[in-house]
């Protein structure tokens, strides 16, 4: 059969978690309540930082970014997700979903080199704190939250365009809850050798590279924080750093596996794990790992509630 013979797909039917409809309530409800955790945390981070002088600092411009990047890369994928467990037809046009997986792909490249941002101003801050103020201005930090978005656009437009190339004729079912590029590729009708060349090659570029840096910053960190007189200034610095490592761990090395393993190795409940654990968990993670275990950040949570319930 010819490819002019061949019915083209408009839309995609995603299967989602399961298709029990008591299991489809409760994923839902359990979900909703990891997104509205989500949605406040981060927003709660936001408005703190806002409001309190103190938090005018670098580390705090990076967070209060790297909230903003969080909400909507949890808002891309999750409230589709939340309609598609009530739905009775769980479809997304094709337009749509490569949609989907473009602002996706720039939400999580933002986030990746928002990390990396932070990793070097903790660096600066442990490694070299008498040129802090100067090597962590108000300009390199705009130029470094700048960085990260192009280099995320970037990211998802290169495979963007190599996507709107491929012709799908059928099947149109998604074993998953959203779209993401490998999934589309085992649905493509055509030839998919450059689109996993070009995932392959972006995802090293652009992932491993900042992952790189962000772990030569940190090897820094371990090499100076025994060198730290103060035992209360080692203890914080080792507690900062060992939960960033944690967070940016897991999100580097699941999403480096989902996107670069063969697709002879897929696995739709592995796959469905990964995308759950950075797609969901991770932006619930980061304000709490990232700002309400920071002493700074509770003590003006704590001023701000108090000076609301002053006001009642």
Known sequence: MTMKNQTTVTEFILLGLSSDPQMQLFLFLVVLVVYLITLSGNIVIMVVIRADSHLHTPMYFFLFHLSFVDICYSSVMVPNMLMNFLAKHKTISVNSCIAQMFLFILSVGADIFILLAIAYDRYAAICDPLHYVQTMRKGICI????????????????????????HFC??????????????????????????????????????????????????????????????????????????????????????????????????????????????????????????????????ALRSIFGKFRFLN
């Open 143 to 166: 130029q470094l939250v700048s960085g990260a978005c192009i280099m995320g656009f970037f990211y998802a437009l290169l495979n963007t365009i190599f996507a709107l190339k491929l």
């Open 170 to 299: 059928g099947p149109n079912q998604i074993s998953h809850f959203s779209c993401e590029l490998p999934p589309l590729l085992q649905l493509s009708c055509t030839e998919t050798l450059t689109n996993q060349v070009m995932l392959l090659n972006s995802a090293v570029v652009f992932g491993l590279s900042s992952f790189l840096l962000t772990l030569i910053s940190y090897i820094h960190i371990i090499s100076t924080i025994p060198r730290i007189c103060f035992v209360e200034g080692r203890h914080k610095a080792f507690s900062m750093f060992s939960s960033h490592l944690i967070v940016v761990g897991l999100l580097y090395v699941i999403g480096f596996l989902q996107y670069t393993k063969p697709s002879s190795v897929s696995s739709v409940v592995l796959d469905e794990m990964f995308s759950i654990q950075y797609s969901i968990l991770t932006p619930m993670l980061n304000p709490i790992v990232y700002s309400l275990k920071n002493k700074e950040m509770k003590t």
